[in-house]
């Protein structure tokens, strides 16, 4: 069933668990994680990033896919723009039926983080689409921005900012980062800054840079309070190594023979992330009668 974020990670923060929020840009992609997803009877949470939106993947053409591959399945699963960052992108997004937005402003002072967020929060909840806001910064992993401290969420700031914005969903800063770790390299989490931001609100909480973080701390993190697990890197590279290693070893590999198992990968690595999360299982508490249904507030003159 095609549902928003705030349906599935409401009932992740009641019975304390998590939700594997997979990357897809394609078929592919989309189909292995979703029967991921509907084997091991997950919720599940596509992110279609803005950047990944502006080349390759439209909105216009993964929307449609997206809802119909959902329809398929009795298990929740809903679509996130992933770090909508421009006022154009994230209109485009909302119109083009995603379900669920995230307004990352967190690069700008707090201040113009909430102005911002708020702007996005107030056009998305007319329409009953949830928000998800960061409040500390996640940065990237090449540039290990995940040992910089000082981009860490501060748990009073994380309160004054839901209270602020009225986000549904709040994205925190506690190690990780985006991309690929240097080699052997695992983040040290800072489990406490999740305990501290859970203790003083009851809405989802997500782990940004979730791909090589380690199965241990995502399992930790998950326990400290996190609802949303974002892995976009570690399913495109698994993808990716297996396209290299088939091609080595068969250069006349079937070109659609190729695309049927990549998408097997996609599959097989989203179950993995999808065990670590305790999301497995949880579809049940999910009843028909509770499908997303759009809310229809005044008119908004937006949409037409
Ligand atoms: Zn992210």
Known sequence: MYTNVKYILDDAVKNHYGVIASAAVNVELLRGEIAAADEMQAPLIILLGQGQMSKHGNADVMVPMIKTLAGETNVPVALILDHGRDWEYIVHAFRSGFSSIMIDASAYPTEENIARTK???????????????????????VDMDGCKEEWYTRPEEALSFIKATNVDCLAIA??????????????????????????????????????GSGDDNIRRAVEAGINKVNVCTDIFNYCRDFTLDALKKDPDYDYLQLLIDIEAR???????????????????????????????????????
């Open 119 to 141: 702007r996005v929060v107030d056009l998305c909840h007319l329409q009953g689409v949830p928000v998800e806001g960061e409040i500390g910064h996640v940065g990237q992993a």
């Open 174 to 211: 506690c190690g990780t980062a985006h991309g690929k770790y240097p080699k052997d390299f695992v983040p040290k989490l800072r489990f406490d800054i999740i305990e501290k931001v859970r203790a003083v609100t009851d809405i989802p909480l997500a782990l940004h840079g979730g791909s």
């Open 266 to 304: 996609a599959k097989e690595i989203t179950k993995h992330y999808i065990g670590l999360t305790g999301s497995a299982g949880q579809a049940g508490n999910f009843t028909a009668e509770n499908t997303f249904g759009l809310k229809l507030g005044p008119c908004t003159g937006v949409g037409e």
